[in-house]
Structures are given as C-alpha cells and as structure tokens.
T-cell receptor, first 118, second 117 residues
Framework: AQKITQTQPGMFVQEKEAVTLDCTYD???????LFWYKQPSSGEMIFLIY??????QNATEGRYSLNFQKARKSANLVISASQLGDSAMYFC???????????????FGAGTRLFVKA | DTGVSQDPRHKITKRGQNVTFRCDPI?????LYWYRQTLGQGPEFLTY????????KSRLLSDRFSAERPKGSFSTLEIQRTEQGDSAMYLC????FGGGPSSYEQYFGPGTRLTVT
C-alpha cells in the first residue's frame, strides 16, 4: 500500500541557514510523482516542487530542491537560505500512475512544522 | 481571481444536520479532487472526478458523504446527518490532466472549515 512518512514533527532552523525536511515513501508503482507543499498558518496549500519518478535530475525551484533517492525511496526537501516567512507546515505527498494517466489520488504525509529563528 | 474557490469558507452546524459545500475549480481544469484535513494532520484523499465522472472514492467516504460534478465544472460535497467527527477542513483541488508539466501541480482552494457541535 502506498504510504508517505515524515518522521520530523518539528524542526528549527536559524535564519539564512539551510534545512532538510525528510520524506520517505512506499509504493509498488513504477510511475509516480512526488510533491512538497507548504501550509502557512492561514491554511492555504502552496505547491513548492515536483519530482517525477522517471526524472533523472533532482528537481529545483528557487530556494527549494528535492533530494530524490529512488533506491532508498526518499524525497527530502532542502530549503536554502531560510527566511522567517518559511515558518509553516510542510507536507510531502505522492501521486501514483503519473506517466500514463496523470495520476490518481494523492496521499500526504503527516507534515513537518518548520520554525525559522531570527 | 482565477484560482480554485470554495464556498462557504466556514460552516458551523449541529449534529444530525446536512451540509453542502461547493468547489469551483480553475476553468480549464478537468480533474477535481476533494480532501479532508483534520488538525495537525495532512490532507486525506476523499474522491476525485475526471470531468463529470467520479473515478475513485476513498473508504473514508462513508454513505453519508456524496460528491457530484454534474456538468464537469463545479463540484459539491454533501454530508448527511453530520457527526462531531466530521469536523475538519474540506479542501478542493484541481489539475489540468494532459496539460503537460502544468498538470503536475494541484491547485488547492482555501478550504471549507466545518465545525459540528
């Protein structure tokens, strides 16, 4: 059964430093997509970055990069140069059946709350 | 604003009452998803539509829950005989399947927060 595990309920990082948020996943599908979302206290879900299982390069979007290790089934999010506005909940998510069908349901991890200290 | 919209944003109801939520996806998006998010947890998949067809339903979607997307545009989620355990944020999201890289990203609405007293 597909599953997303985020083992860090909370993380602290000093402003301007980099931080890694962990995510491991379990799936038997060969084609899947991995996502990271940010949810500030206001509640909206903000898409950050996407990695397809068939992508050979790690995804990057500005200060966000996804450290994709397929054999280990991990998809860690790296935020460089943390800013105070990065304080939020971060969710890792997976969608199976990506390549052929555009994917089905998306499952989410329990999230990691990031606190950026000034 | 051309994003995903949801109505109402907040709903307080008494146990046993029926409630209905509406989601308007981005106009050219053909797939629409419903999720439920309880406090401190990630969103849980409920169901999704491809145009007007409901393609998958979670076991979380008991027979008290029903979702429709009659014309392939907006969708409604109805909860009958609400229970206190239904209190949660109900999120809607949409994607444009077949739209290339733009289909990778799910665009979420602001959610409807339901409180059952």
């Amino acid at each position: 059964a597909q599953k997303i595990t985020q083992t860090q309920p909370g993380m602290f990082v000093q402003e301007k430093e980099a931080v890694t948020l962990d995510c491991t996943y379990d799936t038997s599908d060969q084609s899947y997509g991995l996502f990271w979302y940010k949810q500030p206290s206001s509640g909206e879900m903000i898409f950050l970055i996407y990695q397809g299982s068939y992508d050979e390069q790690n995804a990057t979007e500005g200060r966000y990069s996804l450290n994709f290790q397929k054999a280990r089934k991990s998809a860690n999010l790296v935020i460089s140069a943390s800013q105070l506005g990065d304080s939020a909940m971060y969710f890792c998510a997976m969608r199976e059946g990506e390549r052929n069908t555009g994917g089905f349901k998306t499952i989410f991890g329990a999230g990691t709350r990031l606190f950026v200290k000034a | 604003d051309t994003g995903v919209s949801q109505d109402p944003r907040h709903k307080i109801t008494k146990r046993g009452q029926n409630v209905t939520f509406r989601c308007d996806p981005i106009s050219e998006h053909n797939r629409l998803y419903w999720y439920r998010q309880t406090l401190g947890q990630g969103p849980e998949f409920l169901t999704y539509f491809q145009n007007e067809a409901q393609l998958e339903k979670s076991r979380l979607l008991s027979d008290r829950f029903s979702a429709e997307r009659p014309k392939g545009s907006f969708s409604t989620l109805e909860i009958q005989r609400t229970e206190q355990g239904d209190s949660a944020m109900y999120l809607c999201a949409s994607i444009k399947f077949g739209g290339g890289p733009s289909s990778y990203e799910q665009y979420f609405g602001p959610g409807t927060r339901l409180t059952v007293t």
